[in-house]
């Protein structure tokens, strides 16, 4: 008789089903590409802020990464330290923000169109 066949009921819940599992795994996938995008960024700006800080304190350059958390956080004390000491300073770290852009400010009235030339990253 070439009717036309309704999927039964449990036939259309069991495709609505699918449709929800298909789109759950759309959504951990871009979820798990957003999360790889912020890793990438992350590691950049380390990468970045740590050639910097080399750059500029070249006496750190003889610290090596270890093989786990226990040895880094050992290799890399004496930074840490360092770092520390100087992020308890408020008012140190306040006098060299302001003496840097004083410097800066000085750099860009001395260069052509006002550009800055920060030191190199390695």
């Given at each position: ?53 080399l750059d500029i304190f070249p006496e750190y350059k003889n610290l ?59």
């Amino acid at each position: 008789m070439g009717g036309v066949i309704v999927p039964t009921l449990d036939e259309r819940i069991a495709k609505e089903v699918e449709k929800l599992e298909q789109l759950k795994r759309q959504k951990r996938a871009h979820e798990a590409r957003e999360k790889k995008k912020e890793r990438a960024a992350d590691t950049r700006q380390k990468i970045v802020a740590g050639a910097i800080l080399l750059d500029i304190f070249p006496e750190y350059k003889n610290l090596v990464p270890q093989r786990n958390n226990a040895d880094n956080n050992k290799e890399f004390e004496p930074l840490a330290r360092f770092l520390s000491a100087l992020a308890v300073r408020k008012d140190l770290v306040a006098q060299l923000q302001a003496e840097a852009q004083r410097v800066m400010a000085e750099q860009a009235a001395d260069t052509p169109q006002g550009t800055v030339n920060p030191p190199p990253i390695e």
